[in-house]
């Protein structure tokens, strides 16, 4: 399959290349981590820009949002884990990157599915706080979000800012006011 996606980028005036997420799945840490740094380093070697969205498979969790205990050897992936195999030049597993006249976000929705854990908060001040300085013509954001019951706090929280964004209304999320 990558050497057909390689062919048609040679083949075409692409600029970059983004994968949506959820390369690894539900399996013991170690196998977890052997197979997002097998496929990010067949990636990597492959494109020169490429941009990887992180998934809630991921972080190896599985779709019903059970975390198994730190103690167990399956169980979800750290936050910093799969930001140091997956994006090693970034300080997140959420961040931007510029193309085409376009600012493009990255979020990471695979961390905790559940609730509006403090990374979720993380991302959405820094998404604020990053359309507040943003002077591009145009804005894209990609997120690896399924339509789960678990996941609608932290995406109906990042619709209401990009709603209020593209309106250039005020919002108030978490206490923190964005001015647009």
Known sequence: YIKTLKR?????????V???GDWGSLQNRAEAC?????????????????????GNHDHNSNTS??????EDDIGTLPIDTVRNLLLRNEENTYYSFDGNNTKFYVLDSG?????????????????????KANDCENSAIFVHATYETTLVPFMQNI???????NNNETITLNDIEYDF
């Not at 949002?65 to 730190?70: A, I, K, N």
């Not at 961390?111 to 359309?131: I, K, R």
């Open 8 to 16: 048609y980028c040679d083949a075409t005036p692409t600029s970059f």
């Open 18 to 20: 983004v994968c949506g």
């Open 34 to 54: 052997f197979r997002l740094g097998y496929v990010d380093g067949i990636m990597r070697s492959s494109f020169d820009c490429y941009y990887p969205v992180v």
């Open 65 to 70: 949002g059970v975390s198994y205990p730190e």
């Open 111 to 131: 961390a905790v599915w559940w609730v509006m854990y403090p990374h979720m908060w993380e991302q959405v001040e820094w998404l604020g706080n990053a359309l």
């Open 159 to 165: 619709l209401d800012l990009c709603k209020a964004y």
